[in-house]
């Protein structure tokens, strides 16, 4: 029962690779690895060199939390940017290629292929992630010797990782439904842009998916604790989980115009 | 009555587009073991009820039971019955043609050890052995045909429903298809279900008929009751010359020298030409007519559309 799932997921990370999207992935999580720990450290250095004599330029003090603070940020503008576009495929491609009816037509059924496309973008999202995690970390080793705790690590980035999950749900219930890529993509972005504007709220906020985006480097900062930032985690992951549930609804009731 | 006699039982289904009925209140049966072409011009609903029998779409009135088995709500048991051509049937584009069988066959749940020598034999007999490490989206539309041909008979269903197997191909590779369709159900007693507009396959390959038009069943059968049921006539095709003028012949002359006239009984032949010999024309050539599929296919949608 297990092992055709096994076989969808081998099957999405083969396609993965050969359409370059696990590379791009990674190549852009390895370049937020490497340059938010190395352009924190430089940047001052290399503006003030840039500038003529006798000018002075404000930059933020090369820290490593400063360095922590760069590296979220990339994550989750550039990185999270990508991971929408990334996955957006993952179903709607499904249907945009017309290789849906092949699968059905197999026996598989429809929930299992919607928990094997999640456990696939997943595992993606993870193996590019730990790389970023690994380079930032040695090269916060060797600027600063690593005077964050690989606890702290660990929790800011997982929060982080938990926001990258719900995207991926919110891409494969949006694929389902509208079985394009472009609508899918559109429709992600839109979401991710509302809830940034709700966020100005800050009761609201605190529960909004989107703030475990700044509460990871609050983690870090040491201004929240863990405690603070639970209320916003379990909602994600119920989200998470709920887009799931509805994605399995949706595609057992599609009609399937192929 | 027990739906077991039959591979497929088709009850009084109907499904509705918006406002657009598709297929219409249609009843069918194929038996085990037949060869059966479900014939019709484009738009008449083949592919509509094919997705029906498959599970993917849901009549809105209507029975459908593949060896018994309701496909809508038991999709997983439905398919170990039955392979289905699809008529877009589009596979893995960036994998290779073996790679998606392989997929196919594993996600069916069949074993890897069985698998690989399945693979082996399907690719040779589609004859795309050379071709297999190539990917899906550098196959011609023909090697796509036979591709898609082998996944839907890769775990021996007893059951096998091509839509259009035939269409986009040329008459070689038409010809490959359907020898493939032939032998298969040789080896494997198996049903087979076709949908096509290209009535000479199906001729080929076909025991028994149903004729679809705006969603409805117009006519079932073999290719002798239909001729039967709709009481056409043999006829004999005559190239003669005639002696002196005869009011029988005058009758159904369709050109100078060619005359066609029906007839039930041989004997009618002999004495038709003996007549002509004898009031001193000559016949060159006298050949029997037997009216073709496509003679009752266009007969019947002719007779439905006045
Ligand atoms: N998803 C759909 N939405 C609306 N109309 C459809 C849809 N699918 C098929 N139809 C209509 O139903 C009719 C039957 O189509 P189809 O079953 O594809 O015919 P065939 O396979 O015999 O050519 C056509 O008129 C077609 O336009
Ligand atoms: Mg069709």
Redesign the interface.
């Known amino acids: 029962m297990l092992?055709?799932m096994a076989?969808?997921i081998k099957?999405e990370l083969?396609?993965s690779i050969?359409?370059y999207r696990l590379f791009i992935l990674m190549a852009v999580f390895i370049f937020i690895g490497f340059m938010s720990p190395i352009g924190t450290k430089y940047l001052g250095e290399i503006m003030s060199m840039l500038l003529p004599e006798g000018y002075e330029i404000k930059v933020r003090q090369a820290s490593e939390v400063e360095a922590y603070f760069q590296f979220f940020k990339n994550i989750s503008q550039l990185g999270m940017v990508v991971f929408i576009v990334v996955s957006s495929g993952l179903m709607a491609d499904e249907f945009e290629?017309?290789?849906i009816?092949?699968?059905?037509?197999?026996?598989?059924?429809r929930s299992k292929i919607i928990i094997s496309k999640f456990i696939a973008g997943a595992l993606e999202l993870l193996f590019c992630y730990i790389t970023a995690v690994i380079i930032f970390r040695y090269y916060t080793g060797v600027f600063w010797s690593n005077q964050v705790e690989i606890a702290t690590l660990l929790y800011s980035n997982l929060i982080v990782f938990e926001y990258g999950l719900l995207i991926l749900g919110l891409n494969i219930f949006l694929g389902t439904k509208f079985g394009t890529k472009l609508a899918t993509v559109t429709s992600c972005i839109f979401i991710n842009i509302l809830q940034i504007l709700m966020s100005i709220h800050p009761t609201i906020a605190k529960y909004l998916p989107v703030s475990l985006l700044s509460n990871c480097v609050y983690i870090v900062e040491q201004k929240k604790t863990v405690s603070d930032t639970v209320a916003a985690v379990v909602i994600s992951m119920l989200i998470t989980i709920l887009l799931l549930v509805i994605s399995i609804k949706a595609f057992k009731e599609k009609?399937?115009e192929? | 009555m027990n739906d077991k006699t039959f591979a497929i039982k088709i009850d009084g289904v109907t499904k509705r587009f918006d406002q657009k009925v598709a297929v219409n209140n249609l009843s069918l049966t194929v038996n085990s073991g037949e060869i059966f072409g479900f014939l019709g011009p484009n738009g008449a609903g083949k592919t509509t009820l094919v997705k029906m029998m498959n599970g993917i779409l849901t009549p809105n009135e209507g029975i459908i039971s593949i060896e018994g088995i309701n496909p809508f709500e038991k999709p997983a048991v439905a398919h170990r019955y039955m392979g289905t051509l699809t008529e877009t049937a589009n596979m893995y584009e960036y994998m290779t043609g073996e790679e998606n069988l392989y997929f196919y066959g594993s996600v069916f749940g069949m074993d890897k050890a069985v698998l690989k020598d399945r693979i082996e034999e399907l690719l040779e007999a589609v004859d795309l052995l050379d071709d297999k490490d190539k990917k899906v989206g550098d196959y011609s539309t023909g090697m796509k045909k036979r591709l898609a041909l082998a996944r839907a008979i890769i775990h021996y269903p007893k059951l096998v429903i091509l839509d259009e197997p035939t269409s986009g191909l040329d008459p070689e590779n038409a010809r490959k298809i359907n020898s493939l369709i032939k032998e298969y159900v040789a080896t494997n007693n198996a049903t087979v279900f076709i949908c096509t507009h290209q009535l000479r396959y199906a001729q080929d390959i076909c025991d028994r008929y149903g004729f679809i038009n705006k969603g409805h069943i117009i006519c079932t059968g073999t290719l002798s009751e239909l001729i039967e049921k709709n009481s056409f006539s043999n006829n004999i095709h005559l190239k003669a010359k005639l002696g002196c003028p005869n009011k029988l012949l005058d009758q159904f002359k369709i050109q100078e020298e060619i005359y066609q006239i029906p007839f039930t009984d041989e004997e009618e032949i002999a004495e038709l030409i003996k007549s002509v010999v004898v009031d001193g024309g000559k016949v060159y050539e006298a050949r029997l007519k037997r009216p073709t599929l496509e003679d009752v296919y266009f007969s019947l949608l002719n007779e439905e559309a006045s």
């Open positions: 092992r055709n076989t969808i099957k083969i396609e050969r359409k290629k017309k290789t009816v092949c699968l059905l037509t197999k026996g598989v059924s009609e399937i192929q």
